[in-house]
Structures are given as structure tokens and as C-alpha cells.
Nanobody, 125 residues
Framework: QVQLVESGGGLVQAGGSLRLSCEAS????????MAWFRQAPGKERDFVAT????????NYADSVKGRFAISRDNAKNLVYLQMSTLKPEDTALYYC??????????????????WGQGTQVTVSS
């Protein structure tokens, strides 16, 4: 089992920035590719970004490319999502996900076995 705990969400004005963190525990962190997804009220859970096990490869949804950056610190079992130039449409519950020996081309929520509880991001206009 892998336990994931997100933090860093909050209320921010449009154009602002936030950094989300996800702390993993329970298994060898470097065995897992990591991803961020988000879900707005009444909508499906959407892919945001993913990062390979060694952090060398990343992949982003078109809607966040150039504004968001995913990274990981394998020494601390942490994965981050730096969000900049936030827009009201970025408002959602943001989830961290992990998959054993996963790949950065994996963009479907069903491809990830482990999930955190989510952290709310609200962007005001």
C-alpha cells in the first residue's frame, strides 16, 4: 500500500500562484510514477500532469502546459505541482496519484491505483 497526502491548496486570485505538495509513504517512492489530477464539481476527474520515477520525464495536459510544473524530491518522498498564472477554470479538487512502475504517457485516472484525499484549489476572478 502507498499512502498519499496532499497539501497546499487554498484560495487565490486569478493570475496568482500556488504550490501543491504530496507526501508518499508505505513503499519505495522511486518505484512509482506520480501524477496530479483534478476534479471540478459536476465534472469528471481530469489529468493534469505526470512525472516519471526518476523525475526525468514529465507530461502535461494542454490546458496547463506552460503554467504548471510537476517535480519530485525522491529523497523526501514528495511530489509537487507548481501552479502559476492561475485561472478561475483551474478551480477544482486536486488529487495526487501513484502507480507502481507506471509511465508518463498514462493519462487516465483508471491507470492509477493509489490516490490521496485531495486538496481544494479555488481561483477567484
Amino acid at each position: 500500500q502507498v499512502q498519499l497526502v496532499e497539501s497546499g491548496g487554498g484560495l487565490v486570485q486569478a493570475g496568482g500562484s500556488l504550490r501543491l505538495s504530496c507526501e508518499a509513504s508505505g513503499r519505495t517512492f522511486t518505484d512509482y510514477s506520480m501524477a496530479w489530477f483534478r476534479q471540478a464539481p459536476g465534472k469528471e476527474r481530469d489529468f493534469v500532469a505526470t512525472i516519471s520515477r526518476n523525475g526525468g520525464t514529465t507530461n502535461y495536459a494542454d490546458s496547463v502546459k506552460g503554467r504548471f510544473a510537476i517535480s519530485r524530491d525522491n529523497a523526501k518522498n514528495l511530489v509537487y505541482l507548481q501552479m502559476s498564472t492561475l485561472k478561475p477554470e483551474d478551480t477544482a479538487l486536486y488529487y495526487c496519484a501513484a502507480q507502481y512502475r507506471g509511465f508518463t504517457y498514462m493519462r487516465q485516472s483508471g491507470q492509477y491505483r493509489y490516490w490521496g484525499q485531495g486538496t481544494q484549489v479555488t481561483v477567484s476572478s
